[in-house]
């Protein structure tokens, strides 16, 4: 079964330094990962989706890392900002057949950036 | 375009109560996706629709049903709430699987 860890579970950073979070993912079979944000009381937002056969994906601020081999991806966030707090979440979706519908998603990173 | 959307946002029910949640979602996606979201446990999948006219569980899908209604709508029904149930509920949908998905608001649910 596909478990999906994000560690650490809260983050607090000054205002300009750069956000580093950390997703790992037991099963490397996947098809794509895709990164989230939900604040408080809300839905999530999609933020990146990167392909299997991709390392990399950028929008903005953001960049998203994959390494498959190793089970892990990483949301860099450069120059962070109060606006930037929220709770980040990885899902991972497999490439199995029918499983290929279902993201499995990792317990989230709450980050605090402070002015 | 208003994306996915979810009504009731809120909803307080008594155990043994029923009650339907509705999404719909205006982007013609053929995939939408019923997740509930729990402290500590994060989100799960509870039932989900490839496509029109299809439906499959999740990795729990005790005690609700779905309905896939048309290609906008997915509707998730509690025929006997449970305190077990109390939940935030989301709705997704994505053009076809391994696309992105699209998250709705939520429903608070409260099952007392």
């Known amino acids: 079964k596909q478990e999906v860890t994000q560690i650490p579970a809260a983050l607090s950073v000054p205002e300009g330094e750069n956000l580093v979070l950390n997703c790992s993912f037991t099963?490397?079979?996947?098809?794509?990962l895709q990164w989230f944000r939900q604040d408080p009381g809300k839905g999530l937002t999609s933020l990146l989706l990167?392909?299997?056969?991709?390392r990399e994906q950028t929008s903005g601020r953001l960049n998203a890392s994959l390494d498959k081999s190793s089970g892990r991806s990483t949301l860099y966030i450069a120059a962070s900002q109060p606006g930037d707090s929220a709770t980040y979440l990885c899902?991972?979706?497999?490439?199995?057949?029918?499983?290929?519908?279902?993201?499995?998603f990792g317990g989230g990173t709450r980050v605090l950036v402070k002015p | 375009n208003a994306g996915v959307t979810q009504t009731p946002k809120f909803q307080v029910l008594k155990t043994g109560q029923s009650m339907t949640l509705q999404c719909a979602q205006d982007?013609?996606?053929?995939?939408m996706y019923w997740y509930r979201q729990d402290p500590g446990m994060g989100l799960r999948l509870i039932y989900y629709?490839?496509?029109?006219?299809?439906?499959d569980k999740g990795e729990v899908p005790n005690g609700y049903n779905v309905s896939r209604l048309n290609k906008r709508e997915f509707s998730l029904r509690l025929e006997s709430a449970a305190p077990s149930q109390t939940s935030v509920y989301f709705c997704?949908?994505?053009?076809?699987?391994?696309?992105?998905?699209?998250f709705g608001p939520g429903t608070r649910l409260t099952v007392l």
């Open positions: 899902a991972v979706n497999l490439s199995v057949g029918a499983a290929g519908n279902k993201l499995t």
């Open positions: 099963d490397s079979a996947i098809y794509n």
């Open positions: 990167i392909q299997s056969s991709q």
């Open positions: 982007m013609n996606h053929n995939s």
């Open positions: 629709s490839a496509s029109e006219g299809t439906t």
């Open positions: 997704a949908s994505n053009w076809a699987s391994y696309n992105e998905q699209f």
